[in-house]
């Protein structure tokens, strides 16, 4: 039986961390959303240096200009990600987020001449048609729910652009160097914050935020070597696996949904599993 690609098994734990970094960011209501980046970026920075001297790889990689501008999509495309976890269920920001690989895969035709095949276009119709099922009862056309909407639509474009970014960085430069640009991006940015909003976080606040550190860490660190490894439209639909993850989360929390999810979930999932038997062929 041939061996899942490197790239592939990647994402399938990325998507996994994603969603387990939901429930951090749940558990941790009591926290301006800027001081939690903060923290993470700070961390992400401060692992990815370490290992970069350890490595005697060049901290500031070779092309700073694109490494910059994926910092930017990466950094703000989280960022908004993380305001709708906040504010959403689990799922249903993960449903909106989870739109980047369409994003992903239209870019990639552009940035990277990367083709998508006929089959794999309807994968992702399949898996979009799971995703509106998912997030169809959560959504209403009130001013504060288009407001959450635009964020993760804006987000996911965003992380569609930062995917192809780290696909085009993939031969020139070290995946800790891409991530590294990203928190410092971010860093900055909710650290000006922070200024405003700063909040002395109790120790079981602290333990939860060195949780989710760690999780993103894995979770972005994956996510770009997924995109560095195998093709942009592979990797896209193996990564809406994070929408049945964060659900499961959302039922342990208490939330519930309506029957039309769980047909919206089986269809992502039926979405993946075809792209994995797609990629052994």
Known sequence: MK???????YMLISSLCFAWMGLFFKLLKHVPIAE??????IFGLLISCVMLMYQKAPMWGNNQGMLLLRGLSSGLGIALFFITLVRLPLSTANV?????PIFTAILGIFMLRETVSLRRWMLFLLAFVGVWLTSIQSFSMN???VYLISLGLISALLMGVSNNLSAKLKTSEHPLVISNYA????????G???LYTFVWPTPYEGLLLMGLSMVAYIAEYLAIRAYQLAPIAHVSAISYLGIPYALLIDLLLGERFHWVAFVGMGLVILGVLLSLILEKE
């Open 192 to 194: 000006i914050c922070c």
């Open 3 to 9: 061996q899942i690609p490197k790239g592939i098994q």
């Open 183 to 190: 928190n410092i991006c971010i860093g900055v940015l909710t």
């Open 96 to 100: 909106l987020q989870n739109i980047s």
């Open 36 to 41: 939690i980046i903060f923290y993470k970026s």
């Open 143 to 145: 001013s504060q729910s």
